[in-house]
């Protein structure tokens, strides 16, 4: 989940949506006492902090933020010069992007500052967009409520979801999620499967935004909400 940190309320708006698009959760602040706040309720992974908030220095939410904890932080500013650049990565920055920046640039540097940090421990939560499935509590909501599955379909998608973009084989997927091979389970029962998760968790079951068909090959959980999504 990402905090975007930012008082104009203009940009703070078209980032969120652009980053909801793009299968973020992303959450909002617009000062600087409301960015530590919502930071230290611990849920997020990120902030986008801009550096001009009223309330507080930025450079001070910056050094607290570093001070209470190991939340990467990008930097988003109006100030290019390379003094300022240097003081924003010393005071802990994991990056910096002058405005005005592209969209899809900021989401290039999310990714990259979220890929560094994360050797992390497999989460029992995986979170995608507004998919979310516990894995500890055996538990998947989807915008906030909660979709029945069966055990067997909930082994199946925390298996896909957890190897996000790996394609796997219907054989592949017998022997791990039902210990089983295709001499005694038809690997039919994977199709079956899939198809059922679909329709409970895919608005367009036909153009699946997260279990996506290769053809020919398999099964892949899609990462991040591709742009134009194929089956
Ligand atoms: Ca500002």
């Given at each position: 989940m990402i905090l975007v940190a930012e008082d104009d309320a203009g940009s703070r708006t078209a980032t969120r949506m652009f980053l909801q698009r793009s299968g973020y959760r992303v959450g909002e602040a617009a000062d600087g006492p409301g960015t530590l706040r919502e930071a230290s309720l611990g849920h997020y992974d990120l902030v986008l902090l801009d550096l001009g908030l009223p309330g507080l220095d930025g450079e001070e939410v910056l050094a607290r933020l570093r001070r209470d904890g190991a939340l990467p932080v990008i930097v988003l500013t109006g100030r290019s010069e390379e003094r300022e650049r240097v003081r924003v990565l010393d005071l802990g920055a994991d990056d910096y992007l002058v405005k005005p920046f592209s969209?899809?640039?900021?989401?290039?540097?999310?990714?990259?500052?979220?890929?560094r940090g994360q050797p992390a421990p497999p989460s029992s939560r995986i979170?995608?967009?507004?998919?979310?499935?516990?894995?500890?509590?055996?538990?998947?909501?989807?915008?906030?409520?909660?979709?029945?599955?069966?055990?067997?379909?909930?082994?199946?998608?925390?298996?896909?979801?957890?190897?996000?973009?790996?394609?796997?084989?219907?054989?592949?997927?017998?022997?791990?999620?039902?210990?089983?091979?295709?001499?005694?389970q038809d690997p039919a029962t994977v199709t079956e499967h899939i198809r059922r998760l679909r329709l409970k968790l895919e608005s367009e079951p036909s153009n699946p935004r997260w279990l996506h068909t290769v053809r020919g090959v398999g099964y892949r959980f899609a990462d991040v909400e591709p742009q134009n999504a194929t089956g």
């Open positions: 969209l899809p640039e900021l989401e290039a540097r999310i990714r990259a500052v979220l890929r979170e995608r967009g507004d998919l979310v499935i516990d894995r500890t509590a055996h538990r998947v909501e989807l915008f906030d409520r909660q979709v029945d599955l069966t055990p067997k379909e909930f082994d199946l998608l925390a298996f896909l979801a957890g190897a996000p973009d790996q394609v796997f084989t219907r054989e592949e997927l017998l022997e791990h999620v039902w210990g089983s091979t295709q001499d005694w």
